[in-house]
């Protein structure tokens, strides 16, 4: 039976970041982990830790955190990546370092799944992402340069939960950048389907992430 992490290497894959799995330690608690089989070297530059499947259940069985608008704002405020689902209190700085963040968490997410799909694919979701929706589709369009709404919903995007099982909800004002959304999600392996909420007459894309 395989040994528990020390407390020093689960302190480590605590702190990974909530979308990827990224993580941050000394080479000596890395190696550690790439050798029990819960950590992984990206290939490319910079050369970035992740967590592998067996980090990320190990992470998973820690108790869960607030709800998405909530848990980004929070996460922020502790330096921690969050990809922006839009509407968030305290959203981060806009500018080259948040585009370098971005940029990073999506190739490894991309990582994840060459990883995790028998045949190595990267063209639909993994199950890391079935089980963080609303985190998995934000990434996609933050990644992709679309604008998340702040405070004021008119600014762009919004992603939120739905009471369907694997489905989110993309909502954006503006027709052009909404059907933008949904072109962006098609390419990053969601099935997305265009909306009117039969009570506010809002348009809103329902997406849920691709099998095949």
Same mark, same amino acid.
């Given at each position: 039976?395989?040994?528990?992490?020390?407390?020093?290497?689960?302190?480590?894959?605590?702190?990974?970041?909530?979308?990827?799995?990224?993580?941050?330690?000394?080479?000596?608690?890395?190696?550690?982990?790439? *050798?029990? /089989?819960?950590?992984?070297? %990206?290939?490319?530059?910079? %050369?970035? #830790?992740? !967590?592998?499947?067996?980090? #990320?259940?190990?992470?998973?069985?820690?108790?869960?955190?607030?709800?998405?608008?909530?848990a980004a704002s929070?996460?922020?405020?502790?330096?921690?990546?969050?990809?922006?689902?839009?509407?968030?209190?305290?959203?981060?700085?806009?500018?080259?370092? *948040?585009?370098?963040?971005? %940029?990073?968490?999506?190739?490894?997410?991309?990582?994840?799944?060459?990883?995790? #799909?028998?045949?190595?694919?990267?063209?639909?979701?993994?199950?890391?992402?079935? +089980?963080?929706?609303?985190?998995?589709?934000?990434?996609?369009?933050?990644?992709?340069?679309?604008?998340?709404? /702040?405070?004021?919903?008119?600014?762009?995007?919004?992603?939120?939960?739905?009471?369907?099982?694997?489905?989110?909800?993309?909502?954006?004002?503006? /027709?052009? *950048?909404?059907?933008?959304?949904?072109? +962006?999600?098609?390419?990053?392996?969601?099935?997305?389907?265009? %909306?009117?909420?039969?009570?506010?007459?809002?348009?809103? !894309?329902?997406?849920s992430p691709r099998?095949?």
């Amino acid at each position: 039976m395989t040994r528990p992490p020390t407390a020093a290497q689960r302190r480590v894959i605590d702190a990974a970041d909530p979308v990827t799995g990224r993580l941050r330690g000394t080479e000596a608690q890395l190696a550690a982990l790439v *050798r029990r /089989g819960l950590a992984f070297r %990206h290939p490319r530059p910079p %050369h970035d #830790h992740f !967590l592998t499947p067996a980090g #990320h259940r190990i992470r998973e069985a820690a108790p869960r955190g607030p709800e998405p608008a909530e848990a980004a704002s929070t996460s922020a405020a502790a330096g921690v990546f969050a990809a922006r689902v839009g509407g968030e209190q305290d959203a981060p700085a806009a500018g080259a370092a *948040r585009i370098r963040e971005v %940029h990073s968490a999506w190739q490894g997410l991309l990582e994840l799944r060459r990883m995790t #799909h028998a045949d190595g694919a990267q063209d639909r979701p993994c199950g890391w992402e079935r +089980t963080h929706l609303v985190q998995a589709a934000a990434l996609a369009l933050e990644a992709a340069g679309h604008p998340p709404a /702040g405070r004021d919903p008119a600014e762009g995007y919004r992603v939120r939960a739905t009471p369907q099982p694997e489905a989110v909800a993309v909502y954006d004002p503006d /027709g052009t *950048r909404l059907r933008a959304c949904a072109s +962006t999600l098609e390419g990053a392996g969601w099935q997305v389907g265009e %909306h009117t909420d039969p009570r506010t007459r809002e348009r809103y !894309l329902l997406a849920s992430p691709r099998r095949m």
